[in-house]
């Protein structure tokens, strides 16, 4: 049977505008994101991705706004850097805050989703920074947020990891479906993981580009290579440069 449920997406903006100090750093941007899509937004160094993440987290009270966004009132913040709390072990920095009965053993499942399995205990400065990125994962996606908004979170990890953490991510999401918005200054990334890729450009989306293959995507498919030429160029990127 076929239920009629009227479309409501999950983030709206609605002429958002963000300066700092006079400075015009996002100007006027409305926008709609359907629940579950998967959203890479990129942009040259200074296009204000982080501050359009920032301020759908709520940071950054100094900041002059206009404009309105509606989200969900369940969401977690991913940072490129993991802010594990260094005198906490592992699973108590993952269950921080968290009310749930079980929130114990889920962390210890989702911990061994993540690979961490051996180190529930340790604590975070015995960990490198691939494992760190994997537990602060464990503690974003544990609390079950119906959107993610991630930073640049796999951008300081050798690329060997990176795509290890890319395709976890991948596997985490796919059952609950939180929509996500991912910073990211890397093409492959955005090709790779998302629904949609929005361009940041003179404080407003320049480009707004659905990508409707399935996983796993591979960068020699036609599609993915059109695309990255495309961005490479509109990003000012040399494409045999890369
Ligand atoms: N707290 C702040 N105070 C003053 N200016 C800020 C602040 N945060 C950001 N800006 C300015 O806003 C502009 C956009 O910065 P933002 O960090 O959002 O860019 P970005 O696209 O994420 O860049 P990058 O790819 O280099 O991380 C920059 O010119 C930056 O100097």
Redesign the pocket.
């Known amino acids: 049977m076929n239920v009629y449920r009227p479309y409501s997406p999950s983030v709206v903006l609605r002429d958002l505008s963000r300066s700092?100090?006079g400075t015009m750093?996002l100007d006027r941007i409305s926008l709609e994101i359907p629940h579950g899509q998967f959203v890479a937004l990129l942009?040259e160094?200074?296009?204000?991705?982080?501050?359009l993440l920032r301020a759908l987290a709520g940071l950054?009270d100094?900041a002059e706004t206009q404009g309105s966004f509606t989200k969900p009132d369940s969401t977690s913040v991913l940072f490129q850097d993991s802010r594990l709390l260094p005198w906490k072990n592992v699973i108590d920095n993952v269950t921080l805050g968290l009310r749930r009965p079980d929130a114990r053993s889920a962390a210890v499942n989702m911990l061994g989703l993540v690979g961490l399995a051996e180190k529930v205990d340790v604590w975070p400065s015995t960990l490198s920074g691939g494992q760190k990125q994997r537990a602060s994962l464990a503690r974003s996606l544990l609390r079950e947020p119906e959107l993610l908004l991630a930073d640049e979170p796999f951008g300081a990890l050798d690329a060997l990891t990176r795509l290890r953490m890319q395709n976890l991510l991948l596997k985490l999401v796919e059952r609950r479906r939180p929509t996500i918005i991912l910073?990211t200054?890397d093409v492959d990334e955005a090709l790779l993981l998302s629904d949609r890729i929005l361009v940041l450009k003179d404080g407003g989306i320049a480009e707004d580009h659905l990508v409707s293959l399935p996983h796993p995507r591979r960068s020699h498919q036609s599609e993915i290579s059109a695309l990255r030429a495309k961005l490479l160029k509109s990003l000012g990127i040399e494409a045999d440069a890369v």
């Open positions: 700092f100090k750093v942009g160094s200074g296009s204000g991705k982080t501050t950054d100094d910073v200054h």
